[in-house]
């Protein structure tokens, strides 16, 4: 018995000993014998050999990040060189054609809670009529305020990766410019949050993708002259120095930046002529902060307010041909003829259809069917045969009012979607890239 003991013991000490051994022999061995794989299977670290602990010991810390950020470096430059390469497979932009892009979108990942998503639905006016529609907020993601669903879903406009989608679908589209919807610092829409912080990642994603980004200015609160000033000057002042911040080359050889004015109106002509008259004082031409400013016409009568207060050209925006004087077809080669007469740019703007039951349970008299994209086309060749300076297409993402080009998918939930079919989801991207494509060929015809 005592001899099957020391048997025993000393087997349990062999097996102790063999342990110990496996362990130092695995713990000799540093990390850096292992190459690093990024997860798109690229080696990070190729030129790494296996090393000694102790001369990663010797090694200074600054010396090794130099190192670290020369290899990432490396391999920002050789990612950006597939991109090139995938990216002269695609039309090239067409920075005469600017679709109208919205940064309000949030989800829980990235904001905390669901942004314009859960926008509410609104009253009717009249009380009366209030009563007979659905009122309250929408539930994401299952439910959200359009009649179409997102086929990125319920996304965040914060998201770096829907910016590189975004960015990817408008070059599918040919697009060149993006015109994006824009508030003061710290301000925002009555359903969002403030998201001028977005714009220094959309300008990063977009110069990637040769895109350019132009400011549409949203009727803040206290929007008037003076703020016009202070805010134009933010701008140009923060961002005018990207590369990929949308400038315009003026007939007489200034290039400035281009700035949409959203309901423009609101602000009588005299208060506008401060801003942009040549003779005001406080005027911001001819200096730094100069840009060729463009006006939202609705009313035929805000052609000469237009003119009066100093605007540069005028757009048209809404999708719903005939909702209002500018954004009825039939009055486009007229408008342009004004415009020509007195030295505007005529901006027409474009949609693939309109509708907004979703979040205007009650506003069915605007709807305007996509007709699996002919609504799309009629418009397009409207707006060409006015010869215009530039076209915008409203819009890119306003899901909201059913306007958007971008992806849609088939999806049932609390709410059956509209969606593209028979058609592909990208087909609205695709209709854009051959009226790019005649767009361009037209213009240089016009010029010749």
């Not at 048997?7 to 990390?31: D, E, M, N």
């Not at 007229?334 to 703007?349: A, Q, R, V």
């Not at 300076?389 to 971008?406: A, L």
């Not at 059956?416 to 991207?429: E, W």
Request: aromatic share 14%; proline share 6%; net charge neutral.
């Amino acid at each position: 018995m005592a001899r099957l003991r020391r048997k025993t013991c000393i087997t349990l000490i062999g097996l102790l000993l063999i342990v110990v051994l496996v362990t130092a022999v695995l713990k000799s061995f540093a990390p850096q014998d292992f190459p690093l794989v990024s997860p798109d299977g690229v080696e990070l670290f190729p030129d790494i050999k296996a090393v000694g602990k102790n001369s990663f010991q010797s090694e200074s810390k600054a010396e090794s990040r130099a190192g670290q950020t020369q290899m990432a470096d490396s391999l920002q430059s050789e990612r950006d060189a597939k991109l090139e390469a995938a990216l002269r497979k695609f039309s090239p932009p067409n920075y005469n054609l600017h679709a109208f892009y919205y940064t309000w979108f949030g989800n829980p990942r990235f904001d905390g809670k669901y942004i314009h998503w859960d926008h509410p639905q609104l009253p009717h006016w009249d009380s009366k009529v209030a009563q007979g529609y659905p009122q309250g907020r929408h539930k994401p993601p299952e439910g959200i305020g359009s009649n179409f669903y997102p086929s990125l879903g319920a996304y965040s406009s914060r998201d770096p990766s829907v910016i590189e989608a975004h960015m990817q679908q408008l070059r599918t589209a040919a697009i060149g410019v993006i015109a994006v919807s824009w508030y003061p610092p710290g301000m925002k829409d009555d359903n969002g949050e403030p998201t001028d912080d977005i714009v220094p990642l959309l300008l990063e994603v977009a110069h990637k993708y040769h895109i350019k980004v132009a400011f549409h200015i949203e009727p803040y609160k206290d929007r008037d002259e003076t703020s016009m000033f202070k805010n134009v000057k933010y701008i140009i002042e923060k961002y005018g120095d990207h590369p990929a911040f949308f400038r315009f080359r003026t007939n007489t050889g200034k290039l400035l930046p281009l700035f949409y004015v959203y309901d423009s109106y609101l602000l009588n002509s005299e208060q506008w002529a401060k801003l942009l008259k040549h003779t005001e004082s406080s005027s911001v031409r001819d200096t730094p902060y100069d840009a060729v400013f463009v006006a939202l016409l609705v009313e035929e009568k805000h052609k000469r307010d237009i003119l009066t207060a100093g605007f540069d050209g005028l757009y048209t925006y809404f999708a719903t041909n005939g909702f209002s004087y500018g954004s009825t077809h039939r009055n486009w080669d007229s408008i342009k003829t004004f415009c020509e007469d007195n030295g505007l740019l005529f901006i027409p703007s474009v949609g693939p259809g309109y509708i907004d039951t979703n979040i205007r349970p009650w506003n069915f008299q605007n709807t305007r069917n996509r007709i699996n994209g002919k609504y799309y086309e009629t418009a397009l060749s409207a707006a060409l045969e006015a010869r215009p300076d530039f076209i915008s297409i409203t819009s890119f993402n306003e899901w909201h009012e059913g306007t958007q080009i971008e992806m849609a998918v088939p999806k049932t939930a609390e709410t059956v979607y509209l969606d593209y079919l028979p058609n592909r989801p990208a087909v609205y991207l695709e209709i854009t890239r051959k009226w790019a494509a005649i767009f361009g060929g037209e213009r240089k015809r016009w010029q010749e």
